[in-house]
């Protein structure tokens, strides 16, 4: 029949259309993809890239304005021209993340430009503590004397009179005892004047013989550029049978050679303590001038460093040790003392100030 054909050819010349205007549209797409790409290479702030992304795929951006038409379309043709669409899409997302990449480096490397980075410069080394002086040279002391095969002793630094003074032979009232003035506490104590309260305690608490030092804070009335109200001093204890001077003599040879270089010499001197029989007053040949004479010794060409003697037989007595039977001697040297003839410090004060300029100056 005529219209069969009619219509026949109709449909064949409306699915031509059909298929004309999707491909229409196919090459719209294609030609957005391309300009997409020209206008993102072409824009220098992640500002415009922003305005052009959303001008691409905003909900009224010209991908959507291509999608509008898919409405009219045969329901047939939607997937295929849908899919084409999503396609284009998820390239220009792609390409706009990529282009804001690229855009953010070039930021970051204008930035890094103008801050001058110089990552050939050596990095900052992060300030490290270093042992306090006093603390240096008391380890140091206690290991020339813990070679020697002296054990290390402590006591209280919150002391009772007995130990402090009477077992050391000093009597109540006895003139002795203003040779060093003392701080007395709450509860009939007093703070140590010096580490010899521990001879007492040793003797009275060990077995002898017996070979100690006792390092410690000690603390007097006293306060100026020699004197500190707390300081350090280490005790020296040697009792066994047969044991002299001359012992004491060797054993400070050694330990002033240890400390302040070989050769150093060292010399007794007649002195007086309540708790020792003889006792002397020990120096070391000047460790400035080596015993020529200079301003740092008065002349003498000696230092006095500490103070030393045989143990007096009361004391030992008194601490249950038989003087017949054995003997020994004791000495007590000031830490910072000798730490400031070690360094060539005149101020006393300086050690306990914290003073970041003065402790740096002590990094080994
Ligand atoms: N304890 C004394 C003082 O601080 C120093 C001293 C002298 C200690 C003679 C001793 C010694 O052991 O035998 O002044």
């Not at 990449?101 to 890094?112: F, N, V």
């Not at 100026?224 to 060797?250: C, N, R």
Request: aromatic share 8%; with cysteine.
């Amino acid at each position: 029949m005529w219209w069969t054909s009619y219509v026949q050819d109709r449909m064949a010349a409306n699915e031509q259309v059909n298929e004309m205007s999707i491909q229409g549209l196919f090459s719209e797409l294609d030609g957005l993809e391309q300009e997409a790409k020209d206008r993102a290479s072409g824009v220098d702030t992640e500002g415009e890239l922003t305005a052009l992304t959303k001008d691409f795929l905003g909900k009224k951006g010209r991908v959507q304005q291509v999608l509008r038409g898919i409405g009219s379309m045969e329901p047939e043709d939607r997937p295929r021209v849908g899919a084409r669409a999503n396609e284009i899409k998820a390239i220009l997302e792609a390409l706009f993340a990529a282009r804001l990449a690229d855009l953010e480096q070039q930021t970051e490397d204008r930035d890094l430009a103008k801050r001058k980075l110089d990552l050939t410069l050596p990095g900052r080394v992060p300030t490290c503590g270093v042992a306090h002086p006093i603390h240096a040279i008391r380890v140091e002391m206690e290991g020339i004397f813990s070679r020697m095969g002296f054990d290390v002793a402590r006591g209280p630094q919150a002391e009772e009179d007995f130990f402090n003074f009477e077992a050391l032979n000093f009597p109540p009232d006895h003139p002795a005892r203003d040779m060093q003035d003392t701080l007395v506490i709450e509860g009939g104590r007093l703070l140590r004047t010096h580490t010899s309260p521990v001879q007492v305690r040793t003797m009275l608490g060990y077995e002898l013989p017996i070979r100690i030092i006792a390092p410690g804070a000690v603390y007097r009335r006293d306060d100026d550029i020699t004197h500190s109200p707390m300081f350090y001093q280490i005790e020296g204890l040697h009792i066994d049978k047969g044991v002299t001077l001359a012992h004491l003599k060797g054993v400070l040879t050694h330990f002033a050679q240890e400390l302040f270089g070989d050769g150093t010499g060292v010399r007794l001197r007649p002195s007086f303590f309540p708790f020792t029989e003889p006792s002397v007053e020990v120096d070391i040949a000047c460790i400035f001038c080596h015993g020529d004479g200079c301003r740092v010794c008065s002349r003498t060409g000696w230092l006095e460093i500490l103070g030393a003697g045989m143990v007096d037989p009361n004391v030992l007595r008194d601490c249950g040790v038989d003087p017949e039977v054995w003997s020994g001697w004791a000495f007590g040297v000031g830490v910072e003392r000798v730490a400031m003839l070690k360094y060539g410090i005149k101020d006393i004060r300086l050690f306990y100030e914290s003073d970041q300029r003065f402790l740096s100056q002590f990094q080994r």
